[in-house]
């Protein structure tokens, strides 16, 4: 059993988060330190550590996240203009939160993708 973090709590409702969307399989609330006017973070409801953890069984519950965010891109009115979806894999990818999460980043230019 993958150890719990901070989102688990977020998924209980345990601790306070500004939920924007729940179902059975991903929860999606707002980032607590935005990088961008719109930041969320969309996250499966089971824990799955890193990408490096992810198994078949997980397609169905991976493929709500996209839709999900396509979902929240129309709600937050970012769709048209574009946004960029991010998911950080261990120390190289800048991973701090070990509960796989998909970055909904958007509402304003972002950049070159990688700042070197
Ligand atoms: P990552 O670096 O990809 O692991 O991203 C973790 C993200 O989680 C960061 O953008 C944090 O700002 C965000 N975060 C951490 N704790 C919370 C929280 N309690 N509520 C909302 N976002 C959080």
Redesign the pocket.
């Known amino acids: 059993m993958a150890e719990e973090t901070?989102f688990s709590k977020?998924i209980r409702k345990e601790?306070p988060?500004n939920i924007v969307y729940q179902d059975e399989f991903v929860t999606a609330?707002?980032?607590?330190?935005p990088?961008a006017k719109t930041?969320i973070?969309i996250i499966p409801n089971h824990i799955i550590p890193t990408v490096n953890d992810v198994t078949e069984q997980d397609e169905r519950i991976l493929g709500r996240l996209f839709t999900t965010a396509a979902k929240l891109a129309q709600e937050e009115g970012i769709a048209e203009d574009g946004y960029r979806l991010?998911i950080?894999c261990n120390k190289h990818g800048?991973?701090?939160?070990f509960h796989l999460?998909m970055?909904l980043l958007g509402g304003e230019p972002l950049g070159k993708m990688l700042a070197k």
């Not at 609330?29 to 330190?33: G, K, L, M």
């Not at 800048?94 to 939160?97: A, D, K, S």
């Open positions: 901070i977020i601790i988060a609330f707002r980032d607590i330190a990088q930041h973070l991010i950080n800048g991973q701090e939160v999460h970055h």
